[in-house]
C-alpha cells in the first residue's frame, strides 16, 4: 500500500482475499474497487482504495496512465487526482510505470504535466529511487523530442525543465555535482531560449529560475562569490519584468523571490546590514501585492514568508523585540489562513512553522513554561497531520522536528527523562525516514543530527557509553556524507562537528590520545577553508583553542604528539 493506515488495512484486505478466495482474488478486488468507486470522487481515501484495489485486481498500468499522459494539464482541477493516480502505480508496479512512460507517445504538454507530478507529487509520496528513474525516463524522451524539432521553443523548454527534475532528484541525493552539470545544462538550454526571444517574459523568467538553480549548487558548496552573482543576474532579470509589467503579480513575487535569494547569500555571508535592507525590500513588494488581493490565500502565505525572513535577520543582529513583532506578524496571517481551510495540510504545516518561531523568541527570554505550551499545541497539529497520511514523508518529518522542540524545553527545565522519551520517538522517525528512502541526503543527515540529541542527553545524565555509541553513528553517516562530495561545505562542516562530538566524550572518558587524534583529524579538514570562508571564520579558531587546551597534559605524557598539537594550532590560526 502506500504506507500508514492504508498500507496496513491493504495488506490485511489482501491476505483475506487470498485465504477464503485463492483462486479468485482478482475478482475479489475488483468487487472492492467497485464498492468504493461512489465515493471515491469525494472522498481522498475511498479514491485510493478503489485505485489500490483497481491495480490488485489485475488492471493495466498503461490502461490508468495513458489518458492522464495525454490529457490532464498541469494546475487542473483534475491534476491532483491524477497525480495520486500516477504515484500509486509507481509504488505498484514501477517496472510497468517506467515502461508505460517510455513507450507512449507524450506530447510537449503531457511531458509538462510529468514534471508536475514529480515536483509537486513526488517529494512527499515517492523516493528518491523511484523519482530517480521516472525523471531519467522522461529526460530521455524530452531529449529524444527536442532533438528531433531543434527549432521547436517548447521542445527545448521541456529539455530544459526535465534537466532540471532529474537534478533536483541528485540534490536531494547530495550529488552536487551532477546536480550541477544537470542545472548547467538547462541553463544553456534557458539562456538560448532567453537570447532568440528577448522580448518574450515567460522566456526571460525561466532563465531567471535556471540562474536560480546553479546558484542554489554554489551557496551549497560554500561558494557564496559565484552563488552572489547568479543570484544577481536572475535579480537584474526580475527587476525588467517588473519594469516592464508593473501590474503583474507574478513578476512582483518573483522579484521578491529574487531579493530573498540575494538576502540568503548576504546572511551567510555574515552581512546582517545589507541581508536586512534587501529582505526589507523583499516585504514591501510582498505587502503591497497581499493588500491588492487581500482573498488571494498564496499572496498572504507569501507575505507571512517575507516577515519570517526578516524576523530571522533580525535575529541574527541580536534584535530579539523586531523579529518578535515579525514573527507574530507572520502567525497571525498564517493562522487566519489555517482557521480559514481547516483541512489543508500545507496551511495547519505553516500554523506549525509560525508558532514554532514565537516559542523560539519565548525561549531566548527564558520563559520556558509558555515554550512548552506552545511547543506542545504544535505537536499535537503534527501528530494530527502524520497520523492522517503515514505514506507522507514531509508530514513524518514535520512531527519528528515538533518531538524534538518539545524534547528540548524538557532537558531545559532538567526534565532529561522526559527529553529522552521524546528524543527516541523522533530518532525512530528518523530512522523509518532513511530506512523507506535510503539514496536521500537530506534523510541521512537528519538522523545525523537526531543521534547527536540522543547523545547529548546521555551525556548530561552521565552516560558516557551511549553518548559515545549515538555520536559514533552520528559520526559514520556525516563520513558518508562528506566523502560523497568534497565540495559540499554543509557535509564537511557536519563531519568537523561529529568529530568535536566523539573527541569531547574520549576526552571525559579518559582517552586522551583517542580524543587528539579526533581533533588532530579535524583540524586538518578546517585547515582547508581560509578564514574567510565562514566554516574557515568559525571553526578554525574552535580547533586551535581544542588543540592549546590539551598541550599542557601532552607534555608530561607525550612531546611529539604536544609537538604536534601545537603545530596544527598555529596552521590554524594562520600563523605559520
Not at 541553463?187 to 529560475?209: G, K, T
Request: hydrophobic content about 45%; proline content about 1%; charged content about 20%.
Amino acid at each position: 500500500g502506500t504506507g500508514g493506515r492504508l498500507g496496513f488495512t491493504h495488506g490485511l484486505v489482501r491476505q483475506a482475499s487470498l485465504y477464503r478466495h485463492p483462486t479468485d482474488g482478482a475478482s475479489v478486488h475488483a468487487r472492492l474497487a467497485t464498492h468504493h468507486g461512489p465515493t471515491a470522487a469525494i472522498d481522498r481515501i475511498a479514491g485510493d482504495d478503489a485505485l489500490w484495489h483497481t491495480l490488485l485486481a489485475g488492471t493495466r498500468v498503461a490502461d490508468l496512465l495513458d489518458p492522464l499522459l495525454r490529457s490532464v494539464q498541469p494546475f487542473s482541477d483534475e491534476a491532483e487526482a491524477a497525480a495520486r493516480t500516477f504515484t500509486l502505480a509507481a509504488q505498484h508496479d514501477l517496472a510497468s510505470v517506467l515502461e508505460c512512460v517510455a513507450c507512449s507517445e507524450l506530447t510537449s504538454g503531457s511531458l509538462i504535466t510529468l514534471g508536475w507530478y514529480l515536483q509537486e507529487w513526488g517529494p512527499t509520496q515517492l523516493n528518491t529511487t523511484i523519482r530517480s528513474q521516472l525523471a531519467s525516463t522522461v529526460l530521455d524522451i524530452a531529449a529524444r523530442l527536442a532533438a528531433a524539432d531543434a527549432n521547436n521553443a517548447q521542445a527545448q523548454r521541456d529539455l530544459s525543465i526535465s534537466f532540471d527534475n532529474v537534478a533536483d532528484v541528485a540534490m536531494q541525493r547530495g550529488d552536487l555535482e551532477t546536480a550541477d552539470n544537470l542545472y548547467r545544462q538547462s541553463l544553456d538550454i534557458a539562456r538560448q531560449l532567453a537570447d532568440a526571444n528577448v522580448d518574450d517574459a515567460f522566456s526571460q523568467r525561466h532563465l531567471s529560475i535556471a540562474l536560480n538553480c546553479v546558484a542554489g549548487v554554489a551557496a551549497r558548496r560554500g561558494d557564496y562569490e559565484s552563488a552572489d552573482a547568479l543570484y544577481r543576474q536572475s535579480l537584474d532579470i526580475a527587476r525588467r519584468l517588473v519594469a516592464a509589467d508593473t501590474d503583474d503579480a507574478q513578476w512582483q513575487r518573483s522579484l521578491s523571490t529574487s531579493l530573498n535569494h540575494v538576502a540568503g547569500v548576504a546572511l551567510r555571508r555574515g552581512d546582517y546590514e545589507s541581508a536586512d535592507a534587501l529582505y526589507r525590500q523583499s516585504l514591501d513588494i510582498a505587502r503591497q501585492v497581499a493588500n491588492a488581493d487581500t482573498n488571494n490565500a498564496q499572496l498572504q502565505r507569501d507575505l507571512s514568508i517575507a516577515l519570517t525572513h526578516v524576523a530571522g535577520a533580525a535575529l541574527r543582529r541580536g534584535d530579539l523585540d523586531d523579529a518578535d513583532v515579525a514573527y507574530r506578524q507572520s502567525l497571525e496571517i498564517l493562522g487566519c489562513l489555517a482557521a480559514g481551510d481547516a483541512h489543508n495540510a500545507q496551511a495547519q504545516r505553516d500554523l506549525c512553522l509560525a508558532l514554532n518561531n514565537v516559542s523560539e523568541m519565548t525561549l531566548r527570554r527564558g520563559d520556558l513554561d509558555t515554550a512548552d505550551v506552545t511547543y506542545r499545541q504544535t505537536l499535537d497539529i503534527a501528530r494530527r497531520l502524520a497520523v492522517a497520511d503515514g505514506s507522507d514523508a514531509a508530514a513524518q518529518r514535520d512531527l519528528s522536528i515538533q518531538l524534538n522542540h518539545v524534547a528540548g524545553v524538557a532537558a531545559l527545565r532538567g526534565d532529561l527523562g522526559g527529553a529522552d522519551v521524546a528524543y527516541r520517538e523522533s530518532l525512530d522517525i528518523r530512522n523509518w525516514l532513511v530506512a523507506v528512502d535510503t539514496g536521500n541526503a537530506q534523510a541521512q543527515r537528519d538522523l545525523s543530527i537526531q543521534l547527536n540529541h540522543v547523545a547529548r542527553v546521555a551525556l548530561k545524565r552521565g552516560d558516557l557509553a551511549n553518548a559515545d555509541a549515538a555520536y559514533r553513528q552520528s559520526l559514520d553517516i556525516t563520513r558518508r556524507l562528506a566523502a560523497g562530495d568534497a565540495n559540499d561545505a554543509q557535509a564537511q562542516r557536519d563531519l568537523l562537528v561529529s568529530l568535536d562530538n566523539v573527541a569531547v566524550v574520549a576526552f571525559q572518558r579518559g582517552f586522551l590520545g583517542d580524543a587528539v587524534a579526533d581533533w588532530l583529524q579535524a583540524a586538518q579538514l578546517a585547515i582547508g577553508f581560509p578564514y574567510g570562508h565562514p566554516i574557515g571564520a568559525e571553526l578554525r579558531p574552535y580547533f586551535a583553542g581544542r588543540l592549546d587546551a590539551v598541550v599542557q597534559q601532552l607534555k608530561r605524557k607525550d612531546r611529539d604528539l604536544a609537538a604536534r598539537c601545537r603545530a596544527a594550532a598555529a596552521q590554524l590560526r594562520g600563523t605559520t
